[in-house]
T-cell receptor, first 115, second 114 residues
Framework: NAGVTQTPKFQVLKTGQSMTLQCAQD?????MYWYRQDPGMGLRLIYY???????DKGEVPNGYNVSRLNKREFSLRLESAAPSQTSVYFC??????????????FGPGTRLTVL | AQSVSQHNHHVILSEAASLELGCNYS??????LFWYVQYPGQHLQLLLK??????LVKGIKGFEAEFIKSKFSFNLRKPSVQWSDTAEYFC????????????FGKGNQVVVIP
């Protein structure tokens, strides 16, 4: 099992460009998440999806959109990138749809720089 | 605002020293509590978690954590650290009983000197 995979690993964008970060999991998990990690800020939830076909905003959703394409895949889109979106982006998944008990499994991250 | 607090962001200690990292949260009601670790160049992974029962929980690699409800705390401990414990440690709280959202603290960067 590959677990949670993310592409690309690194990306440099110019202000105003758009891009989509891809995430896939092969563990048959129901819930998927997108976080951003900034130095000294910990991880902050951008969006999450408790099941296929549902998405909800997290703590910092502005400037992002998501798509839960199917049970395996959850993509994050930046429509018009801004320097404030320079960060490391992590995708994660967990088995259940609710309850808050489940371990989240994380991908390797995408390091994004917006110039 | 409701939050998860971790103090002493940078910790430097020698091998065999004891480690304690504090975590305090401000959410009321039932919470689920986690500690995650990120070793250099690796994914975040779960160290331990607490939902109910014995407030002293044991995790991987000799770590343990104690839940003190009256203090809204979930402190992480290891009696004797090794160089391989160099990592960033994150406390996380699920304050939204009924869904899986986690609120993370800002992390503790721990460096163990051989």
């Amino acid at each position: 099992n590959a677990g949670v995979t993310q592409t690309p690993k690194f990306q440099v964008l110019k202000t105003g460009q758009s891009m989509t970060l891809q995430c896939a999991q092969d563990m048959n998990h129901n819930s998927m998440y997108w976080y951003r990690q900034d130095p000294g800020m910990g991880l902050r939830l951008i969006y999450y999806s408790a099941s296929e076909g549902t998405t909800d905003k997290g703590e910092v959703p502005n400037g992002y959109n998501v798509s839960r394409l199917n049970k395996r895949e959850f993509s994050l889109r930046l429509e018009s990138a801004a320097p404030s979106q320079t960060s490391v982006y992590f995708c994660a998944s967990s088995v259940g749809t609710s309850g808050g008990f489940d371990e989240q499994f994380f991908g390797p991250g995408t390091r994004l720089t917006v110039l | 605002a409701q939050s998860v607090s971790q103090h002493n962001h940078h910790v430097i200690l020698s091998e065999a020293a004891s480690l304690e990292l504090g975590c305090n949260y401000s959410y009321g009601g039932t919470v689920n509590l986690f500690w995650y670790v990120q070793y250099p160049g690796q994914h975040l992974q779960l160290l331990l978690k607490y939902f109910s029962g014995d407030p002293l929980v044991k995790g991987i690699k000799g770590f343990e954590a104690e839940f003190i409800k009256s203090k809204f705390s979930f402190n992480l401990r290891k009696p004797s650290v090794q160089w391989s414990d160099t990592a960033e440690y994150f406390c996380a709280v699920n304050p939204y009983y009924g869904n899986n959202r986690l609120a993370f603290g800002k992390g503790n960067q721990v460096v163990v000197i051989p």
